[in-house]
């Protein structure tokens, strides 16, 4: 069956593509293509909650009119915008409309137009459409809760660079796996930048729902995690941390709860964090799995068998997104009346939820190459750690491919980050111990 070439899907269809684009947020994407759409006349730009609301749910029906405006006037630049994207990028752009059914006979030099068009036609849509949205079944207190971004992303930019971005192929849901360096992209990797955004997020990550951020200090939070890092339960503290950042901030998949948490009676979560996405109309439960390994064969594998053993996937192939939920750490966290209207979103009778669980996975991995990086340009070596790197997320999608098949997991959806360290097991623990103590 088609996709159907929604705002959503626009928006990940262009991501991170775009030429002029300061980093890889969803939501620097749709402020973009507004501001393009418009010819910079969109004022003023929407506030970045509200770009961010429109990359997860679709554009709103006055945004819509609002551009038409100008679309409509043919002054927008659209076309001419989308033209500078480069060949390769476009390429993969029209194997994915093809792939997707939106159009068979598209190549590279008939995206930009098509694209526009598509823009513009997704407008019109949305514009039309009657004044009705359809009733949410979390009212505004439990949405205030569950679907407001958690993670403190300013610096996202400064800290990582995307080097490639793909697909997994035998993955038949919508799925992204993402090669990331640490900026500057030169070996010996610099985790001073890292270092500050995992800091940053220490309390945001540790901190349940529900819980108002002034109870919980930083220096209370970080007291938890070095219990929770000296007690055996997590294999790696920073994986687990940067699937949350890179799930929040790439995804909008927003947390539902994370491993280890303070909750009101100060007790800790021994279980994978879980989070929800909404994307295309559709709602996900995404379980979020880390690994740090030297090896990127072995992270890869050791990450599968995390899925592989989590709960009832070692009997059941097909894991129902309803049966991984903790229900009564969602109790804890919202109380009863919350918590009902929850769970009920997680039902799979609900049409607009996915019954499937979804993986969303942080694989860090020890950097090499037998590349000459010293007798060279600093410009000279960053490209060639990108050539390797993306070599390595080639090595990724086909291992993970494998697996994928294996585990007959074809219909769930991935979104996979890989980054590498300079040695991914020592540093991980030497980073984590600088942040948060022995």
């Known amino acids: 069956m088609a996709e159907e070439a929604n705002f959503t899907y626009l928006i990940d269809l262009v991501n991170p593509y775009l030429p002029d684009a300061e980093d890889t947020s969803k939501e620097e994407t749709v402020r973009l293509i507004i501001k393009q759409a418009s010819n910079n006349q969109y004022l003023p730009m929407p506030a970045s909650s509200t770009l961010n609301k429109y990359a997860a749910d679709g554009i709103s029906r006055s945004a819509s009119k609002k551009l038409l405006k100008f679309l409509n006037k043919e002054t927008s630049s659209l076309e001419e915008y989308f033209s500078k994207i480069g060949p390769d990028q476009l390429t993969l752009i029209a194997n994915k409309l093809k792939k997707d059914g939106i159009s068979l006979d598209v190549y590279r030099g008939k995206v930009p137009a098509l694209l526009a068009k598509l823009f513009t036609e997704e407008c019109e849509r949305v514009a039309s459409r009657k004044n009705k949205r359809k009733q949410k079944i979390l009212t505004k207190s ?51 930048n890292l270092k500050n955004l995992v800091i940053s997020n220490i309390t945001n990550y ?18 938890l995690l070095r219990k929770y ?27 539902l709860y994370t491993r280890a948490e303070i909750l009101k009676n100060r007790r800790t979560i021994d279980s994978e964090g879980m989070y929800l996405k909404r994307d295309q109309g559709k709602t996900q439960l995404i379980l979020g799995v880390s690994q ?14 995390k899925i592989a053993n989590f709960d009832n996937n070692q009997s059941n192939e097909m894991v129902l997104a309803n049966d991984i939920v903790d229900r009564s750490i969602i109790y804890t966290q919202f109380g009863e009346s919350k918590s009902k209207a929850i769970i009920k979103l997680m039902a799979p009778t609900e049409t607009d939820f996915e019954g499937i669980a979804s993986y969303g996975l942080f694989i860090g991995y020890k950097f090499r190459t037998k590349l000459d990086l010293d007798n060279c340009t600093q410009e000279k070596a960053k490209e060639r750690c990108r050539q390797v790197i993306s070599r390595d997320l080639k090595q990724a999608i086909s291992e993970l491919n494998i697996a994928i098949q294996q585990h007959h997991w ?3 959806s991935f979104y996979v980050y890989l980054l590498p360290f300079t040695n991914a097991e020592e540093d991980s623990l030497a980073i984590m111990k600088d942040l948060i103590g022995e």
């Open 410 to 412: 074809q219909k769930s």
């Open 142 to 192: 439990e949405d205030e809760y569950v679907f407001t971004k958690t993670v403190s992303d300013e610096m996202f930019s400064t800290v990582f660079q995307q080097v490639n971005t793909s697909e997994l192929d035998v993955v038949k849901n919508r799925n992204a796996i993402h090669a990331f360096a640490l900026k500057p992209e030169l070996l010996p990797f610099s985790y001073a």
């Open 206 to 223: 540790a901190i349940a729902r529900g819980i108002s951020k002034t109870d919980i200090v930083g220096l209370q939070a970080a007291s």
């Open 229 to 255: 890092a000296k007690s055996g339960i997590p294999d790696n503290l920073l994986g687990e941390l940067l699937v949350y950042i890179f799930l929040e901030h790439e995804d909008h998949a927003l947390k």
């Open 292 to 305: 740090l390994s030297n090896n990127l064969e072995n992270a890869i594998s050791n990450v599968v068998e």
